[in-house]
C-alpha cells in the first residue's frame, strides 16, 4: 500500500481526496529569514561566554571615555547589582533572552570598576613643568627607544632639585646628550624638567596617559653632559631590575659587535627591544613597506619562538625511544614552550605587546598540557580576559586593539578553513605541488586576513596604509619565521658563552634581506597613503564589526562586514583652519591639502602627526611673504595666512603687538598678555593662559567667528591630565 492510500485511510477519507488535498502555503520572505536568523542564534550556543571580554574591555574603554574621574564606589554597586540580578534571573529559569544582556552588562560595570581601580593602585608624583633648569640624580633603570633630540634613557630620581620627596617621580624618561648611560649606573643630569607632554592636537594619542600607566612621572631633556653620582644603595627590587636590564643590553651590545649597527640593530630590536643602533631611514622605510611590526616584540615573534621551542623539544622525545615511551612528548614540548616564552619575555624588557602575546601563547601551551585544543576562539578569549584584568589601559592603546583583532581573525580562518582530505597513496612529486600550494594559500589568507583586521586600527591611530605591505609580508614571512627567528633564537642563548656566532651570521642575511625587501617596497610608487582619522566613535564600532565577523558563526557573521568599514566609509569632517599645539610656540594652517608648518624644523613631529591625523600633507612655510623674527613670525599681509606667531617667554611690547595683530585674524603669544593695544580689539588672541588647556584646533565660520576645539577640553580632568604646579619650598638637598 502506499504513503498516499494509508493516509487516506488512516484519515477516513478517499484516496482521491488526499491526492488533490493543497499543499501546506509557503512561508513568506519575512517568515524565512526570522526562521534563518532564529536558526542563527540557535547555533551560537557554544560563542556566548567569549563577548564576555568584549563587554568587560567596553566597560574599560568607557572609562577612559570619560571626561572626568568617577568614583569607585558606584561602579562597584553598579557592577555587584547587576550580577546579582544576573543570578535571580538565571536561578528563575528566565531564558537567555534575559540572562545574557544582564551579564553583559553586569561584565561592563566590572569593567569601568576594574579600570579605576587600577588607575588608584598606581596613581604616582608627576612632575611639574619648571619654568628653570634643575639637576636630577638617579639611577639609569633601562636604555629606552631614542627619539628625534637623542638617546633616551629610564631613570629612577632619587633626588630633584627644587622638589620635595613626595613630590618626586617614581620614574623619568631623560634625552642625554651623547652615548647613553648603561642600566645600573648612578648619574646626574642638569635638565629641564617637565610632565609627560599632553595629546598634540585634540583626540590624538595621549603619551601623558601612557606614561601613567607606565609609571613614568616626567621627561627630561638633559642640557649637559652625563655626569656620575654619588648615590647610596638602592632598594634590591630595583638593583634585580637594573641587573637584568644591564644584561639585556649587554647582550644588545653584543648582537651589534657581532653583525654591525645596521643589521645588528635590527636583530638587537627583535631580541632585548633596544632600538637603540636603528637609524630613522630605516624606520620610516619599514613603515612604509608594512614590516615595522617586526620590529616590535610581539605576537609573531612569541608565536615563532614557542613554536621553534615546541617542535624541537618534540623532535628530541621522540628521537629518543627510552624517554618517548615513558613521557608525552608533546606536554614536555609544552613545558619546554612555556619556559622558553617566559625567558623572552625577560630579555625583552617585558614591554606591553610582549606581555600580551606571552599571556596569549601561555594560555595556548597550558591548553596543550590539559588535553584540549591549543588554538580556539574560547582560548584567545581567556587571554584576552587575563590580559584586561591586569592593564585595563591596553583597550585604548593601538597594539592591544591591533593584536587581538588579527588574532581573533586568524582564529576564525582556522575555524572556518576546509579541512584537506589526506591522499592514501600519491607520488611525492605531486605532493610536494600540492602542499607548497596549500601553504601558499594558506599564507596570502593569513596575511590578507590579519592585514584587513587591523586596517581599521591603522588608519585611525597612525593615518596611514602601506599599499604593498601584503606583498613584502608574504616575501618575508618565510625568512622571518624559518632563519631570523630561529637562529637568532639560538645566536642569544649562545652569545653570552661566545658560541653564538654562526647563528648570528645566518640571521644577519636574514635581516638584511628583510631590509632589501622593505626597501625595495617603499620605493614603489604610491607606496604610503595617507588617510584622516574618523571621528573618535567610529574605531569603536570598526572594532565591534570585527569582533561579530570573527565570534558569529554561520553566514550572518557577514552584518559586520560594512561595521568593521566604518572606519574606512566614514564621512570625513572638514580638516580645521588652524592647528596650535601645546604651548602656543608651534602652528600651522590647511591649504589646499597641505599643512603649512610656520617654523620649519621645530616641533616638527607634533606638527607632521596632526598634519597626518587631518589627512594633510605637511609643507614647510614659504619664505616669501613672510616676516620671521628670532621670536616671531607674521604674514605680510592679513591674506597670506590666519595666524600670526610669538613664541619668546616674555610677553611682546606694544609695537610688536600690534604688528601681530595688523598680519593676521588669530595671533598666539606664548607669554601671557596683560594688556591689549586697541589694533587687536577684532582679532583672535590667544595666550599662555589659554593655553593651559593644551593644544588647540580652530574653524572658521563664515560669518568671520572662530569656533575652537581644546586638547584639554577632549583630555577632561583625569589623574594623567592634571599639571600640578612646582614648589620650591623644599631645596632637594
Known amino acids: 500500500m502506499t504513503t498516499v492510500e494509508e493516509e487516506a485511510i488512516m484519515g477516513g477519507g478517499s484516496v482521491s481526496e488526499a491526492l488533490i488535498r493543497p499543499a501546506s502555503p509557503k512561508p513568506s520572505p519575512w517568515t524565512r529569514l526570522w526562521i534563518s536568523l532564529a536558526q542563527a542564534v540557535a547555533s551560537q550556543e557554544s560563542r556566548w561566554a567569549m563577548w564576555t571580554p568584549v563587554a568587560f ?26 550580577f546579582a540580578a544576573w543570578g535571580i534571573v538565571k536561578r528563575a529559569g528566565r531564558s537567555r533572552a534575559w540572562t545574557w544582556p544582564l ?80 642600566p645600573g649606573e648612578a648619574v646626574r643630569l642638569f635638565a629641564i624638567l617637565n610632565p609627560p ?37 638602592p632598594g634590591w627590587r630595583l638593583r634585580l631590575e637594573m641587573a637584568i636590564n644591564a644584561a639585556r643590553f649587554d647582550l644588545a651590545q653584543r648582537i651589534v659587535a657581532r653583525l654591525g649597527e645596521r643589521t645588528g640593530g635590527v636583530a638587537a630590536a627583535m631580541t632585548t627591544g633596544h632600538e637603540t643602533w636603528i637609524v630613522r631611514e630605516d624606520q620610516e622605510m619599514m613603515r612604509a613597506s608594512g614590516l615595522a611590526h617586526i620590529l616590535s616584540i610581539s ?62 601563547a601561555s594560555i595556548a601551551f597550558v591548553a596543550i598540557l590539559l588535553d584540549r585544543q ?41 575555524e572556518a578553513w576546509p579541512r ?69 633564537a639560538l645566536g642569544a642563548l649562545l652569545e653570552p658563552v661566545g658560541l653564538g656566532a654562526p647563528f648570528l651570521v645566518v640571521t644577519g642575511w636574514g635581516v638584511d634581506a628583510m631590509l632589501a625587501i622593505g626597501a625595495w617596497t617603499a620605493s614603489l610608487p604610491g607606496a604610503v597613503r595617507t588617510i584622516a582619522s ?10 565591534l564589526g570585527v569582533l561579530f565577523l570573527c565570534l558569529w558563526r554561520g553566514r550572518w557573521r557577514w552584518i559586520g562586514l560594512p561595521f568593521a568599514a566604518a572606519v574606512l566609509l566614514w564621512p570625513r569632517p572638514p580638516a580645521p583652519d588652524l592647528w596650535i599645539a601645546d604651548g602656543g610656540a608651534v602652528a600651522a594652517f590647511s591649504q589646499g591639502d597641505e599643512a603649512v608648518a610656520l617654523r620649519p624644523g621645530v616641533g616638527a613631529f607634533a606638527s607632521e602627526l596632526w598634519s597626518r591625523r587631518r589627512g594633510l600633507a605637511l609643507a614647510d612655510r614659504p619664505a616669501e611673504g613672510w616676516v620671521c623674527t628670532r621670536f616671531s613670525c607674521r604674514p ?40 591689549l593695544p586697541r589694533t587687536c580689539e577684532n582679532r583672535l588672541l590667544l595666550d599662555a593662559v589659554d593655553f593651559e588647556r593644551g593644544a588647540v584646533e580652530l574653524w572658521r565660520s563664515h560669518g568671520g567667528a572662530w569656533k575652537a576645539r581644546w586638547s584639554g577640553d577632549v583630555r577632561g580632568d583625569r589623574p594623567w591630565s592634571r599639571r600640578p604646579d612646582p614648589d620650591f619650598s623644599d631645596s632637594g638637598a
Not at 620635595?164 to 634625552?175: D, G, I, N
Not at 581567556?382 to 588579527?406: C, D, E, K, N
Not at 589526506?422 to 596575511?447: C, D, H, K, N
Not at 600670526?644 to 598666539?668: I, T, Y
Open 103 to 182: 551579564l553583559m552588562l553586569a561584565v561592563m560595570a566590572a569593567g569601568m570598576a576594574n579600570a579605576r581601580l587600577k588607575t588608584m593602585t598606581i596613581e604616582a608624583p608627576i612632575a611639574p613643568a619648571m619654568s628653570e633648569a634643575t639637576v636630577v640624580e638617579g639611577w639609569v633603570v633601562d636604555v629606552d627607544t631614542p627619539g628625534e633630540r637623542g638617546h633616551r634613557v629610564i631613570v629612577a630620581p632619587v633626588r630633584v632639585r627644587g622638589l620635595a620627596s613626595e613630590q618626586t617621580p617614581v620614574r623619568l624618561r631623560a634625552t642625554v646628550r651623547g652615548s647613553p648611560p648603561e
Open 57 to 82: 574591555g567596553g566597560g574599560c574603554g568607557l572609562y577612559f571615555a570619560l571626561r572626568f574621574e568617577p568614583p569607585l564606589w558606584p561602579l562597584a554597586i553598579a557592577a555587584a547589582v547587576l
Open 420 to 488: 584537506r582530505l589526506r591522499e592514501i597513496s600519491a607520488p611525492w612529486s605531486i605532493l610536494a605541488v600540492q602542499r607548497a600550494g596549500g601553504w601558499l594559500t594558506a599564507a596570502v589568507a593569513a596575511s590578507l586576513v590579519a592585514g584587513l583586521a587591523t586596517a581599521p586600527f591603522a588608519i585611525q591611530h597612525f593615518n596611514r596604509t602601506a599599499t604593498y605591505g601584503l606583498l613584502a609580508n608574504l616575501v618575508t614571512a618565510p625568512i622571518s619565521d624559518f632563519v631570523m627567528m630561529p637562529f637568532l
Open 299 to 360: 605576537g609573531l615573534h612569541m608565536a615563532v619562538v614557542g613554536g621553534f621551542a615546541f617542535f624541537a623539544v618534540r623532535l628530541l622525545v621522540a628521537a629518543w625511544p627510552w624517554l618517548a615511551l615513558r613521557v608525552s612528548g608533546k606536554k614536555v614540548a609544552a613545558v619546554a614552550s612555556l619556559m622558553a616564552v617566559s625567558a623572552y619575555l625577560v630579555v625583552s624588557g617585558a614591554p606591553p605587546p610582549a606581555e600580551r602575546a606571552a599571556i596569549t
Open 197 to 233: 607632554p599632553a595629546p598634540a592636537a585634540p583626540g590624538a594619542y595621549d603619551f601623558g596617559r601612557n606614561a601613567f600607566f607606565e609609571g613614568l612621572g616626567g621627561v627630561a631633556f638633559a642640557l649637559g653632559e652625563t655626569r656620575r653620582a654619588e648615590l647610596a644603595p
Open 374 to 414: 591549543a588554538i580556539t576562539m574560547h582560548a584567545l578569549a581567556v587571554a584576552a580576559m587575563i590580559v584586561l584584568l591586569l592593564h585595563p589601559q591596553a583597550i585604548v592603546t593601538p597594539g592591544f586593539q591591533m593584536s587581538f583583532a588579527a588574532t581573533a581573525a586568524l582564529v576564525a580562518l582556522v
Open 636 to 675: 605680510e599681509a592679513a591674506t597670506e595666512a590666519p595666524v600670526a606667531l610669538w613664541w619668546g617667554r616674555k610677553a611682546p611690547d606694544v609695537a610688536a603687538l600690534e604688528a601681530l595683530c595688523q598680519a593676521a585674524p588669530v595671533v598666539s603669544v606664548r607669554a601671557a598678555v596683560t594688556s
Open 534 to 543: 574618523a571621528p573618535d566613535a567610529v574605531l569603536a564600532i570598526s572594532f
